[in-house]
Structures are given as C-alpha cells and as structure tokens.
C-alpha cells in the first residue's frame, strides 16, 4: 500500500476527460494541478511528491494541458521534466498514446496506449459508429477499477484494471480496444 505516499495529480481541466476524476478521489495525500502552474512549479511539486499521475489528453510527445497551464509548449508534461519523472518508479500515465512516451523514455509505471474515451476516437480507430452509452460503460467501469486498487502499487493496479476490464470486452469493442492497450513497467 502507498496510501501515506504524497501523490500529484496533473490532470488539465476538460469537461472531455472529467470521467478521470473518480481514479484519484480516494487518494488522501493528493495535489491535484487542473490549470495556471507555470514549467518551474509543476518541477517543485514533481520532486516533492512520491507519486505522479498523469491523465487527459495526449500525444506520444506528453500530456497536453489544453490550454489550461501557462506554458508555450502545448504540453503539461513532456521532455522537460525527464529527469524527475525517472525518478519516480510508480507512476501512472493516463492519455492517448502515452505507452509510446513512457517507453522512449524509460520511465516507470502504470500507462495507456491509445486509449478510446470520445465517439471521435472510436471512429479514427476503426471502430466505426460507436454509440455513447458503449464509450460510457468503457469509461466509467475503467476508471471505477482504478479507483478501486488506486492505493496500491502500479503493478498490482494494472493486474486488478486487467483481470476486472477484460470482462466487459466480449460486448464492448471500445473496453476491448483499451485493454489490448494497458501496461506496466
């Protein structure tokens, strides 16, 4: 259990991605940054923290912050904080290709690949019509399994999320793309 570890939450205010919040309402040591922290500040609290989740909209560069963070780069979380985030072995990276960043950069954690959260996204990956209520049942069970196990360690998340989400993946093709698409490191 990591439940007294402080835990730092980066997750950009977006009304698209609100369905994240349950994963880390049940963390009682927690910063979580939605918006107006500057490249200097979010390093501070990287380094102060024990654990970082990461979690929104993203490409295989980083996390974007969506307008939200004061930066000139479109990323809350990309190569500029490298070295704090290898740090960190427990980590949790929770966007859209984020796989692709974890790895190029050796980092350490629980992380998504594509990740199917919009019917926008269903249909670019070949999932064709996708009614709401299947992307919703996706997105509220994922993130429900999360919470669940969310004091643990990144591996004994990504086993509990596994054995749980894979249920739901004969009737759900979204819930399927997902899970073919979850990893530890």
Same mark, same amino acid.
């Given at each position: ?30 910063? #979580?940054?939605?918006? *107006? =922290? ?5 390093? &501070?609290? !990287?380094?102060?923290?024990n654990r970082i989740m990461m979690m929104g909209h993203g490409t ?30 427990n980590s949790i990276f929770i966007w859209c290709n984020a796989d692709?960043? #974890?790895?190029?950069? *050796? =980092? ?5 690949? &594509?990740? !199917? ?19 919703d049942e996706s997105n509220d069970l994922f993130s429900n399994l ?40």
């Amino acid at each position: 259990m990591i439940e007294n570890q402080k835990t730092l939450v980066i997750h950009p205010e977006d009304v698209s991605t609100d369905f994240l919040k349950p994963i880390y309402s049940r963390i009682t040591n927690k910063i #979580v940054l939605t918006s *107006n =922290l500057n490249e200097e500040g979010i390093k &501070m609290q !990287i380094l102060d923290s024990n654990r970082i989740m990461m979690m929104g909209h993203g490409t295989p560069s980083g996390l974007l912050h969506v307008g939200k963070f004061v930066s000139i780069s479109p990323f809350v979380i990309d190569n500029r904080y490298l070295p704090e985030l290898q740090q960190k072995k427990n980590s949790i990276f929770i966007w859209c290709n984020a796989d692709q960043f #974890v790895e190029k950069n *050796n =980092l350490h954690g629980f992380y998504t690949g &594509m990740f !199917i959260s919009e019917i926008g996204e269903a249909r670019y990956c070949g999932l064709g019509n996708v009614a709401q209520e299947t992307i919703d049942e996706s997105n509220d069970l994922f993130s429900n399994l999360v919470s669940d196990v969310i004091n643990e360690d990144a591996h004994k998340i990504h086993a509990y999320v596994c054995a749980h989400y894979k249920k739901i993946t004969i009737k759900n093709p979204v819930a399927d793309y997902n899970y073919r698409r979850l990893y530890i490191r």
